[in-house]
C-alpha cells in the first residue's frame, strides 16, 4: 500500500489528474479497512488510543492526498515516514 502511495503522489507530482470515480474512490475503499484497523489494533504502551487515533487520521489524509499535485512534500515525506513507522511496527508485531 505504500509503495501504491508514493507512485500516486510521483504521478500525481508530474501532472497526472486522477479520475475521482474511476482512481481515487475505489483506492480509499480499499485501503479506509487498514485505518479502520489501526484504530483497534492492541500492542505495547506506546500505542495508546490517542495515537491510534492519529495514525488512522494521519493514513486516512495521506490516501486522499497523494493524490493532489499541490500537496506539500515536506508534508507528504513526514505523513508517510510516520505512517511507515506505526505500520512496520504493527507488521512486526503480527497484529496488521
Not at 490517542?50 to 497523494?66: A, G, K
Not at 505500520?87 to 503480527?94: D, F, R, S, Y
Amino acid at each position: 500500500m505504500l509503495e501504491e502511495i508514493a507512485r500516486r503522489y510521483d504521478k500525481a507530482r508530474t501532472g497526472y489528474e486522477f479520475d475521482f470515480k474511476t482512481e481515487i474512490e475505489p483506492f480509499l475503499n480499499e485501503n479506509k479497512k487498514l485505518a479502520d484497523q489501526l484504530l483497534h489494533i492492541e500492542t505495547d504502551e506506546r500505542l495508546t488510543e490517542r495515537v491510534r487515533e492519529i495514525m488512522s487520521d494521519e493514513l486516512m489524509e495521506l490516501l486522499m492526498s497523494c493524490h493532489v499535485s499541490r500537496f506539500s512534500l515536506k508534508l507528504y515525506h513526514e505523513k508517510f515516514k510516520y505512517i511507515n513507522m506505526w505500520v512496520n511496527h504493527a507488521g512486526k508485531e503480527g497484529l496488521l
